[in-house]
């Protein structure tokens, strides 16, 4: 079993910065991607961002590139996902998810660990 626990949420003005953390604990060994995810009010759980285990390849969706990064440090069992020139409409709950799948995907359902969110508000 795998524990993900995001962290580092909170209010931000438009046009600022955040990162937010994924912190994750047990059977790290078995997990190979991980990933970000975002749900806004009244939308479906969307796919933000992924990284693989040793941080070679990235993939994002194309609204966030060039303004989001995620990483990866796997000696804390950690990932991030820091964002910039943040915009109203990237407010959502964040989630984190992990995988023992070695490939990249998108989809929520290729993901079978995931954390409780955390919120992330920017306002005008």
């Known amino acids: 079993q795998v524990q993900l626990v995001e962290s580092g949420g909170g209010l931000v003005q438009a046009g600022g910065s955040l990162r937010v953390s994924c912190a994750a604990s047990?059977?790290?060994?078995?997990?190979?991607?991980m990933a970000w995810f975002r749900q806004g009010p009244g939308k479906e759980r969307e796919f933000v961002a992924a990284?693989?285990?040793?941080?070679?390849?990235?993939r994002y969706v194309d609204s966030v590139k060039g303004r989001f990064t995620i990483s990866r440090e796997n000696a804390k069992n950690s990932m991030y996902l820091q964002m910039y020139s943040l915009k109203t409409e990237h407010s959502a709950v964040y989630y984190c998810?992990?995988?023992?799948?070695?490939?990249?995907?998108?989809?929520?359902?290729?993901?079978?660990?995931w954390g409780q969110g955390t919120q992330v508000t920017v306002s005008s």
């Open positions: 047990g059977d790290m060994w078995n997990i190979y991607v």
């Open positions: 990284i693989t285990r040793i941080g070679i390849t990235t």
């Open positions: 998810a992990a995988d023992s799948r070695s490939v990249i995907s998108p989809l929520r359902s290729n993901y079978a660990y």
